[in-house]
């Protein structure tokens, strides 16, 4: 048996064990994926709720189906653990797990605080085990288009970036509606960013109108280096659902409607020059800037299912004993502006510094 240097993991290519913790909304989805993949073979389910776990497994499965996480850890045959219970409880059971010698794939958030996530980080170096934040819209075809495109200067420079993601949503127990759906947009941002997500800064407004005791509609905007903006707007109680991102560029303008299954993704070869930058000319309007029309294309996508990829992911990161794309370190800058956005909703928007963390890693392509 091969061992590897850097993260002491097997490397000999045998199928491997995996337990997904965390039955409920997500983690079905999950054990859907690891079953299908030739990677993995998914050996036990743990919920505390094992009625929940014993529906989503089925019968005569042969996965153990337990509400004890010990049981699992103590397993020689789980060389990872996929957690896909409420953020909050993160940071307990990843401990354990990685305390165990376990491999990790994390749901989003990553953790409920920066310290939380920082302490799991760590402990994954120490350990010399993988770490993986599920991330998974990093993993979709038209994410990774849009940051080869973005990458390849297709756009030019980034001027503005307008994330929308609202439909009436759960009303989570434990998050407020940034805490649930803006992880999606500023991990996508992460990836496609020109050196990753590292705004200036944070504001952030959230409204409660219904009284459910946490901000259901919420803004944030993003200043980046260099001048230009990001804003995200998530909202749980819009009876219409949207979920589209445009990127603005200096050559071109990308818009990205996730709803739209037949053309994901439109490139706009059109923009607004600014020629002179006058003030005293006759004709202000016509001084200073000019208008590109150009064409609309819509690049093809290879469509997959996202969690596929984020099981191959993990996978391979373990046996080549690498950090996977999407790891600990990206689900520690989500964090960051997520708990400084907390900071400005309690500063009635105020803009609020992001406390700067590690270094980003490339999408292996
Ligand atoms: N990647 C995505 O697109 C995506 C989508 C939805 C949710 N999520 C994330 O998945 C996670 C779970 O969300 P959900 O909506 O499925 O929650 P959920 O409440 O529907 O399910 C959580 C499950 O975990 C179980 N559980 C709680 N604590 C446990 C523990 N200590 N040990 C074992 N089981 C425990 C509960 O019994 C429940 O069945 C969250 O972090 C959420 O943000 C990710």
């Known amino acids: 048996m091969e061992m590897d240097a850097d993260m002491g993991t097997t490397t000999d290519g045998r199928t491997l064990g995996v337990a997904v913790v965390g039955a409920g909304y997500w983690g079905p989805n999950l054990v859907r994926n690891f079953r299908a993949s030739s990677d993995w073979d998914l050996v036990a389910v743990c ?4 009625d929940r776990a014993q529906a989503v497994v089925g019968a005569r499965s042969g996965i153990t189906v337990t509400s004890s996480l010990d049981e699992v850890l103590a397993r020689d045959d789980v060389d990872a653990v996929a957690i ?3 953020a909050r409880t993160h ?9 165990a010698g376990k491999h990790l794939l994390v749901e989003k958030p990553l953790a409920d605080s920066v310290q939380a996530g920082q302490a799991m980080v760590d402990l994954a170096r120490e350990q010399g085990l993988v770490l993986m934040a599920d991330h998974t819209y990093c993993w979709t075809a038209a994410v990774r288009k849009i940051r080869d495109l973005v990458a390849d200067g297709a756009l030019g420079d980034v001027l503005f970036v307008d994330s929308v993601r609202i439909n009436l949503g759960l009303i989570q127990p434990d998050v407020d509606v940034l805490w649930d759906l803006a992880p999606h947009d500023l991990s996508i941002l992460d990836l496609v960013l020109p050196g990753g997500l590292r705004p200036t800064g944070v ?21 980046l280096p260099g001048g230009a903006m990001a804003h995200v707007h998530v909202n749980w109680l819009s009876p219409t659902k949207i979920r589209q991102m445009v990127i603005g560029g200096s050559e071109r303008t990308l ?11 439109s490139i706009y070869d059109r923009g ?30 290879d469509e997959r299912e996202a ?3 984020v099981v191959a992911e993990l996978a391979a990161s373990i046996r080549q004993g690498r950090a996977p794309a999407t790891d600990g370190e990206a689900g520690l800058r989500v964090l960051s502006v997520l708990e400084a956005a907390g900071t400005s909703l309690r500063a009635r928007g105020a803009l ?7 270094s980003r890693l490339e999408l292996v392509r």
């Open 203 to 223: 504001a952030a407004q959230g409204s409660d109108p219904l009284r459910a005791g946490k901000a259901c509609v919420g803004y944030l905007t993003l200043p």
């Open 352 to 358: 609020v510094d992001v406390a700067p963390t590690g």
């Open 47 to 50: 919920d505390l709720d094992t």
């Open 255 to 265: 818009v990205w409607d996730d709803l739209n299954p037949q053309q994901r993704i």
């Open 84 to 86: 896909a219970t409420p």
């Open 307 to 309: 969690l596929g990829a």
């Open 91 to 99: 940071h307990g059971v990843a401990t354990a797990a990685l305390r």
């Open 272 to 301: 607004v020059d600014l020629v002179q930058q006058s003030v005293d000319s006759a004709d202000r309007r016509t001084a200073t800037v000019s208008y590109r029309l150009g064409d609309t294309w819509a690049p093809a996508l």
